[in-house]
């Protein structure tokens, strides 16, 4: 339906925008289970946006993954 998807948000910092999932069982979707295979939305439409992320939030560049 797209529920999912549709409630993603993005917080900004000065030097990092961070995507939220608020749906609790976007994570299992995105990144799969031991039953369930992976059906991610948010990684595709990153890769499919970084030039226009760039560009909008003033990036050089994206740096995907969690903590340094």
Known sequence: TGDMANAVYYRKTK???????PEAHSIYNELGTDKMAAEPFMFPALLENVEF??????????IKGGKK
């Open 53 to 62: 992320i760039k560009r909008v939030f003033g990036f050089k560049k994206i």
């Open 15 to 21: 030097s990092k925008v961070v995507l939220v999932a």
